[in-house]
């Protein structure tokens, strides 16, 4: 009878520590998930900043193109629809800068940007 609680405890005690341990290891997983679209959106945002704020006439097509590759980054990894939303602007209207340049002010479209990415980085 002893030898049968005995079991039976044993048993019960292995089965809470392994269902505490795929619990813990779930929940880890999803932490460090969270953790890592973090810090990489944190240093893309960092980049995208670094190429807008270094944008001039002589290397428009090249900071296009960059600009393009890392708000696509940053579209993947965020839900934020206002954001999306606010990158695909700006990369579309940084495309048809050379068309509409005299109606652009390309100084102030690129402090509503960096705003913006500040204000979601506050919220992150």
Do not use: P
Not at 39 to 44: A, Q, Y
Not at 59 to 84: A, G, H
């Amino acid at each position: 009878m002893t030898a049968a609680i005995a079991g039976n405890a044993i048993v019960g005690s292995v089965a809470t520590k392994l269902f505490d341990s795929l619990v813990t290891s779930k929940f880890t997983q999803k932490s460090e998930k969270k953790k890592w679209i973090r810090e990489k959106t944190l240093n893309l945002f960092s980049e995208l900043s670094s190429e807008v704020l270094s944008i001039e006439c002589d290397n428009l097509k090249e900071k296009q193109k960059k600009v393009r590759e890392i708000t696509s980054k940053i579209i993947l990894l965020i839900d934020d629809k206002d954001l999306k939303t606010n990158l695909e602007n700006y990369s579309f209207i940084l495309n048809e800068f050379e068309c509409y340049k005299n109606d652009i002010n390309l100084e102030v479209l690129n402090d509503e940007l960096i705003n913006t990415l500040k204000t979601h980085m506050k919220r992150m």
